[in-house]
């Protein structure tokens, strides 16, 4: 476990504003910003694409851990494959005006997915459902809940918990809480 | 220690746990020694923290139930099942123990017999405990204005400050109950949720602009006050606190 | 767990600006509207508090704890008195 961290048998719920509830209808997710040709998926063209179910640890900044986590949904590399980009950085948006920012390379390869489903349910919308990113490998406050597209940027342009004095990367390994560690 | 506090500096210290009192199944009331405490008003709050062997750190907001008048400092605690802050109040604290607080903390919701009335106070659950607070000083001062509260609580049992209530009815106040999930057969009191009919009943019409308090969890809050606006109250009358989650 | 007000964070903006705050009047900078802080709608389960326009929704403030120390960025609050006043 990464330092500083503590299993938890719960899943915490940690919201900085109302749960969007966002029906799938009206879902869609964007790949925008700096690709040559933006793509959009609405919710069945979305859960057509070829889906993962991965076993993760997700760490909470907040220092709460909890282990084998399983999840389903589409690899970010399936939904980078529809855009050509020379970005390096991106935004991921959400629901509600969230945002935070991760180099390309932290999403790609195997390392992030757009996950709707939890431990064999549909998302729950106080977990982020429809869907959420993942990003295991980092903070969970990198792995943006009600997340709705992908801006890619050629300059890192830090998301809201960044700008609010966390970390830009947040390693937890590295324990990269706030900015300066 | 009549005098209202003077806002300054707000640190924290460590206060002295004088007794604890059993109020009700899930509440208890911690009397409090702080070293330096220079009087509050009713209404006002502690911040209390805790501090794990780990350094981890997790802090709650408390109501105090004591009046300015009083001697003592009390605060009364709700203990809630999967609470990080309330089940050690309530389970593990003993006299003599010493708890970190910071107060007194709050300049909006806040009453004193300067502001007039009529006073109508409206408590969800454990959101009565600011209102122990008022009416005990209601009662200690010249008491020119009418004082009234409506309490909602799920039971009889989980009512706080009975005995008290009744004391301070018998000082012309007019404390109201109102019982949600259960209520005795020979219950005189009201039944139900606060709804609409109810605060028809209970507050006085709009034209006598009355000053209102509501305090409890934020749903609780939030539908009392929109009611009342909705039937005519000057929203700028009406003042609100609202807890985070307790038994009702 | 519901949102909570203003009155919630009483303590961490006294310490902030050295006095008490929740009778000050300010203007969200998204909407206009005006409120006192003691009606702002406050987040506080999140990596820091996050505090609401009840109007509109938007953040005008946010609280946050960097290795012990309180940092408050109340910038889309447009306070009209200053701190203190009320």
């Keep these: 476990m990464p330092p500083g961290q503590y299993i938890t048998p719960d899943f915490p719920v940690l919201s900085a504003g109302p749960t969007p509830h966002t029906p799938v209808q009206a879902w869609s997710f964007t790949l925008g910003g700096a690709v040559d040709e933006p793509v959009s998926w609405t919710w069945e063209e979305f859960i057509a694409l070829p889906a993962e179910t991965v076993t993760v640890d997700i760490n909470c900044v907040t ?32 629901d509600g005006d969230y945002t935070t920012n991760l180099p390309l390379d932290d999403v790609r390869d195997g390392k992030a997915w757009v996950a709707y489903e939890y431990d064999g349910e549909p998302l729950e919308p106080e977990h982020g459902g429809p869907a959420r990113l993942l990003v295991p490998h980092l903070y969970f406050w990198k792995s943006a809940k009600w997340v709705r597209g992908l801006t890619l940027t050629p300059d890192d342009e830090p998301g809201f918990w960044e700008t609010h004095g966390y970390h830009n990367y947040g390693d937890p390994w590295l324990e990269q809480r706030y900015q300066g560690d | 220690m009549a005098r209202a506090a003077i806002p300054g500096r707000l640190t924290w210290q460590l206060g002295r746990v004088v007794e604890l009192v059993d109020e009700t199944p899930r509440c208890k009331s911690l009397v409090l020694e702080p070293p330096d405490w220079r009087g509050h008003r009713a209404g006002q709050h502690v911040d209390v923290r805790l501090t794990a062997e780990d350094g981890y750190q997790a802090e709650r907001s408390y109501s105090i139930a004591s009046a300015p008048e009083d001697e003592q400092l009390v605060l009364t605690v709700e203990r809630l099942e999967d609470g990080e802050v309330s089940p050690y109040l309530t389970d593990q604290l003993r006299p003599g123990d010493e708890l970190e607080l910071r107060g007194p903390i709050g300049g909006y919701f806040v009453w004193e017999s300067s ?81 609409r009919d109810l605060l028809a009943e209970v507050a006085w019409p709009p034209h006598q602009r009355p000053l209102i308090y509501i305090c409890g969890p934020t749903a609780f809050v939030e539908a009392v006050a929109e009611a009342l606006v909705e039937a005519g109250h000057e929203p700028g009358r009406i003042k609100t606190e609202r807890f985070g989650p307790t038994g009702t | 767990m519901e949102p909570l007000d203003g009155n919630a964070i009483a303590g961490p903006l006294f310490e902030h600006f050295g006095a008490e705050m929740t009778t000050t009047i300010g203007r969200c900078a998204h909407c206009g509207t005006r409120a006192q802080v003691a009606e702002l709608v406050v987040y506080m389960r999140a990596p820091g508090t996050v505090v609401r326009c009840r109007h509109c929704g938007n953040v005008v403030m946010v609280l946050v704890q960097i290795r012990g120390e309180l940092r408050v960025d109340s910038s889309a609050f447009r306070m009209e008195q200053a701190p203190g006043e009320s």
């Design chain 1, 63 to 94: 220092k709460w851990s909890k282990l084998g986590t399983t999840w389903t949904g589409v690899s970010v590399d399936t939904l980078l494959d529809a855009v050509q980009t020379e970005a390096e950085y991106l935004t991921a948006w959400s």
């Design chain 2, 115 to 195: 502001q007039g009335g009529p006073l109508l106070m409206i408590a969800g659950g454990s959101g009565v405990v600011p209102f122990r607070a008022m009416l005990r000083d209601w009662g200690a001062g010249a008491r020119e204005v009418p004082a009234r509260l409506l309490y909602s609580s799920r039971t009889l049992e989980d009512v706080i400050y009975r005995n008290e209530f009744e004391r301070v009815a018998e000082k012309g106040a007019d404390v109201q109950l109102t019982l949600t999930r259960q209520w005795p057969a020979d219950w005189r009191g009201h039944r139900g949720r606060v709804d």
